[in-house]
């Protein structure tokens, strides 16, 4: 049913949300680790950040012009390809700096599209009388996700190597595009468009 694809797919992005978060911070306590620099950790901030801060400024545009579903689809699809090649390459010994910096920036882009628009998309997938309900769980969740995060990061880092932590955002976001590809709801988005323009913005922004 509808409503239990709704219920599914809140439960999925909470784990994606947490897996996307674990692995952030895995980042950022492995550059510390290895390089004790706080100029690296300052570039992987600004990789983190700067990109995702730039597409959000269109991400609400484009929510409204084409299918939201297929905009948080796209977004997870950036941020896991990007993480799976990044987790692949440091297990075969590439440790680059500059790998790390690259898929930050990629994943940043990832988060600029889907994180704006999983907001907007909720009242398309939730009855109106739960909406209120599923924001306050859905605000509480992300709350205990920043707080957990980083302790579960820095466990995880002590447990197994780098590469292998980065599996946790591939496979939540695996899990969150085949929820989203099954979910069925009213459409209520504005006629679709050639996504042409948001590629543009894309590589422009990276």
Same mark, same amino acid.
């Given at each position: 049913s509808t409503q239990g694809y709704s219920s599914a797919a809140s439960d999925v992005y909470k784990r994606q949300l947490f897996g996307s978060a674990i692995v952030s911070y895995s980042i950022v306590w492995?550059?510390? !680790?290895?390089?004790?620099?706080? @100029?690296? !950790?300052?570039?992987?901030?600004?990789?983190?950040? @700067?990109?995702?801060?730039?597409?959000?400024?269109?991400?609400? /545009?484009?929510?409204?012009?084409? #299918?939201?579903? #297929?905009l948080i689809i796209i977004g997870d699809t950036i941020t896991g390809i990007s993480t799976l090649i990044l987790a692949i390459l440091f297990i075969n010994g590439f440790d680059s700096l500059y790998l790390l910096y690259g898929a930050c920036a990629l994943r940043s882009v990832g988060s600029g599209i889907q994180t704006p628009l999983e907001h907007a998309f909720l009242p398309l997938i939730c009855p109106e009388e739960k909406l209120t309900k599923i924001n306050g769980i859905y605000a509480t969740a992300s709350s205990a996700i920043n707080i !957990?995060?980083?302790? @579960?990061a820095g466990v995880l880092l002590n447990? @197994?190597?780098?590469?292998? /932590? !980065?599996?946790?955002d591939c496979i939540t976001a695996l899990l969150a595009i085949i929820v989203l590809l099954k979910l069925k709801y009213k459409q209520r988005d504005a006629p679709e468009e050639s996504l042409a323009p948001i590629f543009v913005t894309l590589v422009a922004a990276v």
């Open positions: 492995y550059i510390t !680790l290895k390089t004790s620099s706080t @100029m690296a !950790l300052a570039i992987s901030i600004v990789c983190t950040y @700067m990109p995702q801060i730039v597409i959000s400024m269109f991400s609400g /545009t484009w929510g409204d012009k084409f #299918n939201k579903k #297929n !957990l995060s980083p302790a @579960m447990v @197994m190597d780098f590469g292998h /932590t !980065l599996f946790i």
